[in-house]
């Protein structure tokens, strides 16, 4: 995976993603990584040379939040408005 974060915490858990053991909640978790992936793996800040990160935070698998986070309000408007373009 690109050098894009990602950063997990359900059910005030945080979560690794590689550790995931339920097959289906796996399969979610990869899912959000790869489609969130895809559509902003090009981007990164001009100026701090950096790529986004990304917060998920909900009370379940089921019920998660894309939250994200950057060197600067730049990159964050830039990732924000790229991922609701595409939706
Ligand atoms: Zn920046």
Same mark, same amino acid.
């Given at each position: 995976?690109? %050098?894009?974060? #990602?950063? #997990?915490?359900? %059910? +005030? ?32 800040? *001009?100026?701090?040379?950096? %790529?986004?990160? #990304?917060?998920?935070? +909900?009370?379940?698998?089921?019920? =998660?939040? =894309?939250?994200?986070? +950057?060197?600067?309000?730049? =990159?964050?408007? *830039?990732?924000?408005?790229? =991922?609701?373009?595409?939706?």
């Amino acid at each position: 995976m690109s %050098g894009i974060a #990602f950063a #997990f915490e359900i %059910g +005030g858990k945080a979560v690794d993603p590689d550790k995931i053991e339920n097959p289906d909640e796996a399969k979610i978790i990869k899912s959000i990584m790869e489609s969130v992936s895809d559509r902003v793996e090009d981007l990164h800040c *001009q100026e701090h040379d950096e %790529g986004p990160r #990304f917060v998920c935070t +909900g009370d379940s698998y089921e019920d =998660l939040t =894309l939250e994200v986070m +950057g060197c600067c309000e730049a =990159l964050v408007e *830039q990732v924000t408005k790229r =991922l609701s373009i595409t939706e």
